[in-house]
């Protein structure tokens, strides 16, 4: 999945701002599963193209996030649970971009004088 390049920059920072602060939530395991379906529905809407739909999520997903408060005798608050730890990794690798991309072309680049260690000519 690649960026799209008609994303503005508020909404990509926006998500990845969200998909980042989301590691430290503790959630009852409902919720993780309300978030996973929501993390589903950002995917497709990045592979698709569709600027609202991601604006839509990231909202969801930010009034799904953490409450001070839970009801007596609900489920015991946890951690991100691995499938959707993997989801949320996924996404923000293809919001940030491929990070060995970079460092490929970096490679196929030949090297410049200064980058070989030679000299300067005198």
Known sequence: MERSEGWDAETIGDALDLLQDMVLWELVPERWEHIEILLSRLEVALATGEADEVRDVVV???????VRAHRIGSAEKGGMPEPVLDRRNTLVHSLTGDPHRQSREQQDTPPTRGDRGDRPDR
Do not use: V
């Not at 969801?60 to 953490?66: A, F, I, K, T």
């Open 60 to 66: 969801e997903l930010e009034l799904s996030g953490p």
